[in-house]
C-alpha cells in the first residue's frame, strides 16, 4: 500500500516577538496561512524495519538529520513500532527559506504513519508530537489559517485570508532560524505588528486589511545580515505588489496580488532579479 501526503509551504502574515524565554526560545504570535507550493511524500510498507528517505532534491539530509525521518524515528520510539517505513519526498519547496518546508514535512509524515501503522491518534495528539521536533510543525500538522502563540506550538484557528496570488521570491541565500532569533533584541523591537488587527483582517475577510496588517519584527534582523533581502522587498514593491513581507526568518520574501495579470507581471519583472520566483494562491 502507498500512502501520499501533501507538505504545503506556509507563509507568516505577521509575526511578533514578545520576550525571550528562560529555554532559549522566544515568546511569539504570529498568523500563519498555507499556500499551495507543496512537497509530496510518498510512504509505503518496505517489509523491514528499515526507515529510509530518498528524494530527488540534492539539497537535504536523507538521514536522522531529516525532520521527516526524525518524525518517523519519534512515532516509532513513542508506540513502540516495530514496522519499517520507506519515503520518497519530491521537494518542490525551496529549503532553508522561511516557508517551513522541512516542519511541513514533518508533519506529512507524521500525518502519513499515523494512517501506514494504523496509530489511531488524533490531530491534536500529532500537533504534540510535532512541537517535539519544531515549533512550526503543529502548525504544519493542522493547516489551514491559525494564531500560533507559546513558541509557535499552541494554535487557534483563524478565518482564511481572501483568496489572491502570493508572489515567493527566493534569494540565493540560506538562513538560519537560530542566527535571526540570536541576532534579535526583544527589550529593542520599536514597532511591534497587530495580531488582534490581522485576526480582524482576515474576519472582514478584506484583502486590503490584510496587506495593511502585514508585518514581521524578524525582518529587522534578517534584512541587516542580509541586504539583498531589502532590495528585493523593494523591487517587489516597486513592481506593484498590495502587500509585501519577508516570511519567517527568511529569506523569501513575498507579495500579495489580487489580480493574476499582475502576479504574472510581478514574476516576469523578478525574474532578472531573483532566480527562484513563484506565483502561488493561498489555501486557507
Ligand atoms: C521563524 C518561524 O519559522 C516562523 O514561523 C518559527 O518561529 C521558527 O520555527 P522552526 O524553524 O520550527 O523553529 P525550531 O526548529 O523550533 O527552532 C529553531 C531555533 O530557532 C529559535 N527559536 C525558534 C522558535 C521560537 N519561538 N523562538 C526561538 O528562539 C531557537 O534558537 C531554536 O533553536
Ligand atoms: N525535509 C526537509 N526539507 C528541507 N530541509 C530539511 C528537511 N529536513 C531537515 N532539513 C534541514 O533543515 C534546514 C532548514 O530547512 P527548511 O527548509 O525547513 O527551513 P525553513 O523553511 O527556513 O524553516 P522554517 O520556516 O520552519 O524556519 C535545512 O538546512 C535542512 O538541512
Not at 31 to 55: C, Q, Y
Not at 91 to 100: D, T
Not at 140 to 148: D, N, P, Q, S, Y
Amino acid at each position: 500500500m502507498f500512502i501520499y501526503e501533501k507538505a504545503p509551504a506556509k507563509i507568516n502574515l505577521m509575526l511578533d516577538v514578545l520576550h525571550k524565554r528562560n529555554d532559549g526560545f522566544h515568546e511569539v504570535e504570529m498568523v500563519m496561512t498555507m499556500v499551495d507550493l507543496a512537497d509530496r511524500l510518498t510512504l509505503h510498507d518496505p517489509g523491514t524495519s528499515r526507515i529510509s528517505l530518498s528524494s530527488q532534491s540534492g539539497y537535504i539530509p536523507l538521514d536522522d538529520k531529516n525532520l521527516a525521518v526524525r518524525a518517523a524515528r519519534l512515532l516509532r520510539q513513542r508506540f513502540g513500532i516495530n514496522r519499517g517505513v520507506h519515503m520518497h519526498l519530491e521537494k518542490r519547496i525551496p529549503v532553508a527559506a522561511g516557508l517551513a518546508g522541512g516542519s511541513s514535512d514533518a508533519a506529512a509524515a507524521l500525518r502519513g504513519l499515523n494512517r501506514l501503522w494504523e496509530l489511531g491518534l488524533s490531530t491534536a495528539e500529532l500537533e504534540d508530537l510535532g512541537a517535539e521536533i519544531g515549533s512550526d510543525v503543529p502548525f504544519c500538522v493542522r493547516g489551514g489559517t491559525a494564531l500560533a502563540t507559546g513558541r509557535g506550538e499552541k494554535l487557534e484557528a483563524l478565518s482564511s485570508p481572501p483568496r489572491c496570488w502570493v508572489v515567493l521570491a527566493k534569494p540565493p541565500i540560506n538562513v538560519s532560524t537560530a542566527d535571526v532569533y540570536g541576532n534579535l533584541k526583544a527589550a529593542e523591537i520599536a514597532v511591534h505588528p497587530s495580531a488582534s488587527g490581522m485576526r480582524e483582517a482576515l474576519e472582514q475577510s478584506s484583502f486590503e486589511a490584510v496587506c495593511g496588517g502585514l508585518g514581521n519584527v524578524l525582518e529587522d534582523v534578517t534584512l541587516k545580515l542580509y541586504p539583498g533581502v531589502a532590495r528585493l522587498k523593494q523591487v517587489m514593491e516597486n513592481l506593484g505588489a498590495d502587500g509585501v513581507l519577508m516570511s519567517g526568518s527568511g529569506p523569501t520574501v513575498f507579495g500579495l496580488v489580487s489580480k493574476e495579470e499582475k502576479a504574472k507581471r510581478i514574476c516576469n519583472g523578478l525574474r532578472g532579479f531573483c532566480e527562484e520566483v513563484y506565483a502561488v494562491r493561498t489555501l486557507g
